[in-house]
């Protein structure tokens, strides 16, 4: 009967067959074990030669890594391996052999793995974070569904900016100047006039000359948006939606986060409510952790956030930032215009900013003074003005970044692991 590694607990004492690749392999003089992957998972299959024979134990020993094929036996339980069972090896039929596979055991540099992130995306390690970015997928779907959002998908094509017009991808569309999506939010407006709560999930762009461990030029992005919500309320749907996600990764991917070592002790606290704290009470806090030179005014770096992020055990939510550094259409403080009702939240262990979100100005007078103040003509955003023509309401959005994400729950350093084939300042292969 043929089945899969995930599913070899339901043949605990049966024969199966296997469809599978060499990852590693050990040998003595009488007996071989072998590391199969089947994509669904890892497992160990035994071969003794007393039990399969002199040819059949030589072929066993010869196979290469990476090599395919269909591996029969019966699944017995291993208490020492993550997985819980292992196979004993009856027979093996080679699919297709792999001559000096490049990715060998020991040790490569990243740029090495990198230019062979076709092959790299086998390792254990990396099937293991790309489990994880699925299962925050799933459950990302599951939470929003659940609270009867309705998906709604922008164009990556656009005609405007929605964020900032230095990091935009410039193609063009016909004769007309066109620009790759940095974001649906200016689109997932709109439909939340249409449908009340929606989200979007989808690739966006970013022409960024930055080259961290934390940016990508192409990465995916969450975009709910909600009418009739305001700024407060939409930080609530955020800390539950964050808390769904990693209770989702600690219950379904546990044999992963194994694989990976994360301390999940801290990914256990990940309950919602999380801490708030104000701009102005972060720039005092950055302050006294001696950050001297900060000033009210400037937006955080990466070493500011870290700082602010190490105060607490949960994510930290920094609040009401001053208008000047943020977008033009985050609704302003009705008590102090200065600062705008939008919130950062920041991810704990120095992983940084996971989502950025604020309510949005609904009055039509105020969008269109923005509109002078930014520099913003062109038919391109005639129609998010008329938004607040038609039966404008206050409504709040925001953005969580999937890679930094799948980069903090999974405890790997660098966003560039977190995406099957990273788009970076310098990389556009494979
Ligand atoms: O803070 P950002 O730029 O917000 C927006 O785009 C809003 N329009 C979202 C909204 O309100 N609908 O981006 C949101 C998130 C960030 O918090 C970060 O997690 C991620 O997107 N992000 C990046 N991730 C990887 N590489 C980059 N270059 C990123 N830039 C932003
Ligand atoms: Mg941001």
Request: net charge negative; glycine share 6%.
């Amino acid at each position: 009967m043929k089945t899969t590694i995930a599913e070899v607990a339901k043949h605990v004492g049966e024969e199966v067959t296997i469809g599978a690749w060499l990852a590693n392999k050990r040998s003595s003089g009488k007996i071989a074990f072998l590391q199969l992957r089947d994509g669904t998972g890892f497992m160990q299959g035994i071969v003794v030669k007393a039990d399969i024979g002199e040819d059949k134990f030589q072929e066993a020993k010869a196979l290469t890594q990476e090599s395919s094929l269909y591996v029969t036996g019966k699944i017995v339980e291993d208490t020492r391996s993550p997985l819980g069972f292992e196979m004993q090896v009856t027979d093996f039929e080679l699919i297709h052999e792999a001559v000096d596979y490049p990715i060998t055991p020991k040790e490569h540099g990243t740029e090495f793995l990198m230019d062979h992130r076709h092959l790299w995306l086998r390792s254990s390690r990396q099937h293991a974070v790309m489990k994880v970015r699925n299962e925050i997928i799933r459950a990302t779907y599951e939470f929003f569904n659940d609270k009867g959002y309705v998906k709604v998908d922008p164009p990556i094509l656009t005609g405007s900016s929605a964020e900032g017009t230095t990091e935009l991808f410039h193609t063009k569309y016909f004769d007309e100047d066109a620009y790759l999506s940095q974001s649906g939010q200016l689109y997932m407006e709109a439909a939340a006039m249409a449908f009340g709560k929606v989200f979007s999930f989808g690739p966006t762009f970013r022409a960024e000359k930055s080259k961290t461990r934390r940016h990508l030029i192409e990465f995916w992005m969450i975009e709910p948006e909600m009418a009739f919500m305001n700024h407060e309320e939409s930080l609530e749907v955020q800390e539950q939606y964050v808390s769904h996600v990693v209770q989702s990764v600690l219950e379904n991917c546990k044999i992963e986060l194994d694989t990976l070592g994360r301390d999940t002790d801290q990914l256990a606290k990940i309950q919602a409510p999380f801490p708030r704290i104000s701009y102005d009470d972060a720039i005092q806090l950055l302050k006294d952790k001696g950050f001297d030179d900060i000033e009210w005014g400037e937006d955080f770096g990466a070493p500011h956030e870290t700082a602010i992020a190490e105060a607490y055990d949960k994510p930290v939510f920094i609040t009401n930032y001053p208008a000047e550094i943020k977008a033009f259409y985050m609704k302003p403080d009705p008590e102090r215009p200065e600062v705008v009702l939008c919130a950062d939240l920041i991810a704990p262990e120095g992983y940084g900013e996971i989502i950025g979100g604020s309510q949005r100005i609904d009055d039509l007078e105020l969008m269109k003074q923005r509109y002078e103040e930014h520099d913003l003509t062109g038919d391109a955003y005639k129609w998010y003005l008329q938004l607040r023509e038609y039966g404008s309401v206050p409504h709040s959005g925001f953005g969580l970044g999937l890679e930094r994400t799948v980069a903090w729950i999974s405890g790997v350093e660098h966003v560039r692991e977190t995406i099957p084939f990273p788009r970076l300042l310098n990389r556009l292969y494979p």
